[in-house]
């Protein structure tokens, strides 16, 4: 069973930065193309960005040069470095984890990330 554990949300004001951190355990890290979702209060959910197991990146339009996602094999971290953060960034993101022989999804709890004016 797959467990993720994001860290690093917070309050931040307009332009600013924030690196969203997420643990792996459980499975084999590199079966896994790993993603970060977010949900703005009363909007659906949607992918922010997600990264292959060879690093192969993918990045809604709106977080295009803004937003990079990485991944450590060695500590089975993924990170979302946000820069020139926006007020509408603000949402609860969550890390994914979807499997590539079964594609079955996995969520953790997430974070919330708050930015003001």
């Known amino acids: 069973q797959v467990q993720l554990a994001e860290s690093g949300g917070g309050l931040v004001q307009a332009g600013g930065s924030l690196r969203l951190s997420c643990a792996f355990y459980g499975r084999t890290f590199s079966e896994f193309i790993m993603g970060w979702s977010r949900q703005a209060p009363g909007k659906e959910r949607e992918l922010v960005a997600r990264i292959t197991p060879g690093s192969s990146t993918a990045y809604e339009d709106s977080v295009k040069g803004r937003f990079t996602v990485s991944r450590d094999h060695a500590r089975n971290m993924v990170y979302l470095q946000m820069n020139s953060l926006k007020t509408e960034d603000t949402a609860v993101y969550y890390c994914?984890?979807?499997?590539?022989?079964?594609?079955?999804?996995?969520w953790g709890e997430g974070t919330l990330v708050t930015v003001s004016s």
């Open positions: 994914t984890a979807t499997s590539l022989s079964s594609s079955m999804e996995y």
